[in-house]
């Protein structure tokens, strides 16, 4: 009889909304359950699935919450999977240590927490001999690996493994319990499931190192579909991972080339055929998309001017059927250059475009001036709050090259549209 179990990580129940939603209540609404729905829609997985456990690899919470409307809501869901007889197998991670939740909700006993010391819960499926190895952040903060403080595997047995740990460090994300893959592996687990980085990974050699990712994403930080791991062990030992989605709202990026659109229905149309394609390819039931605009077009400054009217004409399109949402209108297209003037000298605004593009933006000073400034603006703001400038050192760089790309090219967007009006 083989021994199944869903692995999950990063639920982040009931977070607080980000920025992205304050805009529209509606979409408020969405993103601001949808933490819930994710966890509910995982019970319903382990119940329709039948299987022995849930994993859960650390973060259910989100720092430091105290709402006995999450605590019920948790409570509900962890009564559902007991009475079904499905064991909860849970470590804390950093955001689960801030939780007061963590240590007044009195949950069922088919519930196993973790404590600080590495401990293992051994158990018999038939023939099959199965060990479940955990340890929990006592702290928010677990500087040095947590590694060297589990069990080695139990000789005949299936070892799983549940770590929350950054492995070697990944972008956006905080060096906790440091260790590396090839280091998991050599422990010899048959199955280690892993939480905190919010992108899914596996590895797999002679047994599998899993990171499930977060099962929901809440900003467009975290877009892309999002998922759980159902696994089965068979009598052999040989284990299969499926990948099955959880995502109530899915976060997408949307590029729209423009270039050469002469008119604002034209406009109109290129998006909402890209959004649709994107739509269409998208498993969640909701598709939240942050629109990248690019290209040439002498459209570039009424866009800028009339970003309202364009995000109600693009809504009013997609027929607010209530699955697809707009979290954002990027708007980095030039207007169209190159036409000379009238006496066949070079126009005056084309060649201030091109002083900008090669010259002024790329002066060292100018540089540093913006990227002070963004510094100032970033380090006045709460942490949760900082990431709209890049998540490490590249990213802020990469920032600071797309604000004075954009703010050059609105320059000549606003200075082309004014001179059109009066030639």
Request: overall charge negative; proline content about 5%; aromatic content about 6%.
């Amino acid at each position: 009889m083989p021994f199944r179990f869903v692995h999950t990580a990063d639920i982040h129940l009931d977070s607080p909304l980000r920025t992205l939603a304050m805009r529209d209540p509606d979409l408020a609404s969405l993103i601001g359950g949808s933490t819930r729905q994710a966890l509910h829609g995982i019970v319903d997985l382990c119940l329709e699935e039948e299987v022995d456990a849930l994993i859960i690899a650390g973060d259910l919470y989100d720092g430091d919450q105290t709402s006995m409307k999450t605590a019920r809501f948790l409570a509900d869901q962890m009564k559902r999977l007991h009475e079904a007889g499905i064991v909860v197998y849970k470590v804390r991670g950093n955001h689960d240590a801030l939780s007061k939740i963590t240590h007044e909700l009195v949950l069922p006993p088919s519930l196993k927490l973790f404590g600080g010391r590495g401990e293992t819960v051994e158990f018999r499926l038939n023939d099959l001999y199965v060990a479940i190895h955990g340890l929990s952040f006592s702290k928010p903060h677990a500087p040095e690996s947590l590694l060297p403080k589990y069990g080695r595997p139990r000789s005949g047995a299936v070892n799983v493994g549940i770590m929350h740990t950054s492995l070697a460090g990944a972008a956006g994300h905080d060096l906790y319990a440091p260790c590396s893959v090839a280091d998991l592996h050599e422990w010899g687990f048959a199955y280690w499931a892993l939480g905190h980085i919010h992108v899914r990974s596996e590895h797999r050699e002679a047994g599998a190192v899993v990171m499930p990712g977060m099962p929901q994403g809440r900003d467009i930080g975290e877009a892309g579909l999002k998922t759980v791991s159902l696994v089965t062990v068979a009598d052999d030992h040989s284990i299969q991972i499926e990948e099955r989605p959880t995502s109530i709202a899915q976060f997408e990026r949307v590029p729209v080339d423009l270039t050469g659109a002469e008119t604002w229905p034209e406009i109109v149309d290129r998006i909402e055929r890209e959004i649709i394609a994107v739509r269409d390819a998208t498993s969640a039931p909701h598709l939240v998309g942050r629109l990248f605009l690019r290209g040439q077009t002498e459209l570039s400054w009424r866009m800028r001017r009339d970003r309202d009217l364009l995000r109600a004409d693009i809504e009013h399109r997609l027929g607010n059927s209530g699955r697809t949402w707009i979290d954002k209108i990027e708007i980095g297209t030039a207007a169209s250059r190159g036409v000379p003037t009238a006496r066949g000298t070079p126009d005056p605004v084309d060649e201030l475009g091109i002083l900008i593009r090669d010259e002024i933006r790329s002066q060292h000073g100018v540089r540093e001036s913006v990227a002070a400034l963004v510094k100032e603006i970033r380090d006045d703001l709460p942490p949760d709050a900082r990431r709209f400038c890049g998540d490490d050192e590249a990213g802020f760089d990469s920032f600071v090259d797309r604000l004075l790309g954009e703010s050059g090219e609105e320059i000549v967007a606003r200075l082309a549209q004014d001179g059109a009006e009066f030639r």
